[in-house]
């Protein structure tokens, strides 16, 4: 069986599908190939999982009016043909898109080769990119059972989100946390980074060190401040991430929908910074909010006080008990098994 691939914008979308792949590949005869942006990082990660990189023009899709969406609707025609023509000469037997604004034109490419479509939305609401792609996709896998009935109840499976196989496989192994060292501030912006985190952190750092060390992944290409004692700033975080979910004992983070999969698979209390409304469609504010009203993480809305982050993070580290009770809510709100829901699905289609 050859599956095609899609997604891409940010790791975010890029891991979950990888995830799926990683599951089907002890399957016999299986094959994969991916179609995303021309983003070196994401090619990169993409062919270190063994699979085939085809990249193609990519336009940005737009809720509001721009000058700009002229010139990127022609991006989109011409990406549609460039995914078309690799689509027909690779002839998979099926396509899953993880989303992102380059899913689209190979998710039409492939409706128009009549090549089966599972999509997949990672947030709490369908952003508009699985708008589109539903309305091509003979499948739709969500995480949760509420909130996608407009994209068609007949299409919709409940998988939850994909978390990689080397995460799962770190998570069994035994873990002995050291002893004497100082509390762990794990500290993720995204693959990207996140501006506003890095301000918030160099504002606030000597305070924070005060009472913890802090681990601090920047974003790529964005400076790295100078290194501290108990103090470790990287501009991306790889393999490791999975050993530091483990050592951490808080982390402050972003809401996307990758990053806390992984928190709910590492039980881990959390201060969630979700962007807001005025740089995103507000997914963010939205995953953050129903994990909120589960009691499992505390979120600060923007804009971010220093004097408030700083008190929430010192409240939490000072209170073992509180965080325990965060991490025991987040941990059993996932349990890792939706790449291998995703992996039957796809096999299913196979022998339908």
Request: hydrophobic content about 40%; some cysteine; glycine content about 10%.
């Amino acid at each position: 069986m050859v599956v095609c691939f899609t997604g891409g914008g940010t790791l975010g979308h890029i891991y979950p599908a990888l995830a799926v792949h990683q599951e089907l590949a002890n399957t016999e005869s299986y094959s994969g190939f991916w179609i995303g942006r021309n983003d070196l990082t994401e090619r990169r990660i993409v062919e270190e999982a063994d699979l085939s990189f085809y990249s193609i023009p990519s336009g940005k899709l737009r809720r509001y009016l721009s000058l700009r969406t002229i010139s990127d609707g022609f991006k989109v025609m011409w990406a549609i043909g460039s995914a078309y023509r690799i689509l027909k000469r690779r002839k998979p037997d099926l396509l899953f898109s993880k989303g992102g604004f380059v899913s689209v034109p190979p998710v039409i490419a492939a409706y128009l080769l009549r090549i089966p479509v599972i999509s997949h939305e990672s947030d709490i609401s369908p952003g508009l990119a699985t708008r589109i792609n539903a309305k091509f996709s003979q499948l739709i896998c969500v995480p949760f059972a509420e909130g996608f009935d407009r994209l068609g109840r007949e299409k919709l499976r409940v998988t939850g989100n994909p978390v990689r196989k080397d995460f799962l496989e770190a998570k069994r192994k035994p873990f002995r946390r050291p002893t004497g060292d100082p509390p762990l501030l794990l500290v993720l912006g995204g693959s990207g980074g996140s501006a506003t985190i890095n301000a918030l952190i160099e504002k606030t750092l000597d305070r924070l060190l005060s009472f913890c060390s802090v681990y601090h992944q920047v974003g790529v290409n964005n400076p790295l401040p100078p290194g501290r004692p108990q103090y470790t700033a990287v501009e991306f975080i790889g393999d490791e991430l999975a050993l530091l979910l483990q050592r951490a004992d808080l982390v402050v983070s972003r809401s996307g929908a990758g990053v806390l999969e992984e928190l709910k698979l590492y039980a881990k209390a959390s201060i969630l910074l979700p962007l807001g409304r005025k740089t995103s469609r507000g997914e963010q504010e939205a995953n953050a909010r129903y994990l909120e009203s589960k009691g499992a993480t505390v979120v600060l809305y923007e804009p971010v006080d220093p004097d408030r982050f700083v008190l929430t993070v010192r409240s939490l580290i000072d209170d073992p008990m509180r965080r325990e009770a965060l991490a025991e809510t987040m941990g059993s709100l996932g349990d890792g098994s939706a790449a291998r829901r995703i992996g039957e699905i796809i096999l299913g289609w196979r022998n339908e």
